[in-house]
T-cell receptor
């Protein structure tokens, strides 16, 4: 199993507060991704990274920022959480290109009240 | 964003064969992946088609036709444990290397 952990696994917060989710990998994989999953929408890409300090926006990046200061950590930050950001957030890592294989973390369930 | 279509729900009985279709946008397309997700769990990788044709992995097979922008996942000898959501995920590689997931197909296997 790929060594990928997300923290926190569960969080309840209030509207307007900042939230940071952490994705940590022990595989030294280059590519890392943040997805959110909501009923009826499947998995939607928020941001992704293709190396240290190299990040780009995905499909639903508004309201989110990311940082990757070292290979093993990819942080997702909600600067000012809103109720529409209540979701399950999945981090994924990828080593090789042209295999289509991502390894997912167990998810972080965020509730914004 | 990239358009992606797959059926929302499929129902089948144990022992049967089911096919889940997927159509995708071709711009920047590299290959097609399939993932399985059980309720409450993380998605797990099933298969990848980088070339046209059929890839077989045990009871599961996946097919790709680039000319038709179409692929499918074939599940044979269905078991109750196959009840899950299945996602096709086109790989839009190049500089971006991102996988875009569809809304998924919920497969219900009945006894």
């Amino acid at each position: 199993d790929a060594g990928i952990t997300q923290s926190p696994r569960h969080k309840v917060t209030e509207t307007g507060t900042p939230v940071t989710l952490r994705c940590h990998q022990t595989e030294n994989h280059r590519y890392m991704y943040w997805y959110r999953q909501d009923p009826g929408h499947g998995l939607r890409l928020i941001h992704y990274s293709y190396g240290v300090k190299d990040t780009d926006k995905g499909e639903v990046s508004d309201g989110y920022s990311v940082s990757r200061s070292k290979t093993e950590d990819f942080l997702l930050t909600l600067e000012s959480a809103t109720s529409s950001q209540t979701s399950v957030y999945f981090c994924a890592i990828r080593d090789k290109l042209n295999t289509g294989e991502l390894f997912f973390g167990e998810g972080s369930r965020l509730t914004v009240l | 964003g990239q358009s992606l279509e797959q059926p929302s729900e499929v129902t089948a009985v144990e022992g049967a064969i089911v096919q889940i279709n997927c159509t995708y946008q071709t711009s920047g397309f590299y290959g097609l992946s399939w993932y399985q997700q059980h309720d409450g769990g993380a998605p797990t990788f099933l298969s990848y088609n980088g070339l046209d044709g059929l890839e077989e992995t045990g009871r599961f097979s996946s097919f790709l036709s680039r000319s038709d922008s179409y692929g499918y996942l074939l599940l044979q000898e269905l078991q109750m444990k196959d009840s899950a959501s299945y996602f096709c995920a086109p790989d839009y590689g190049g500089a971006t290397n991102k996988l875009i997931f569809g809304t998924g197909t919920l497969l219900a296997v009945q006894p």
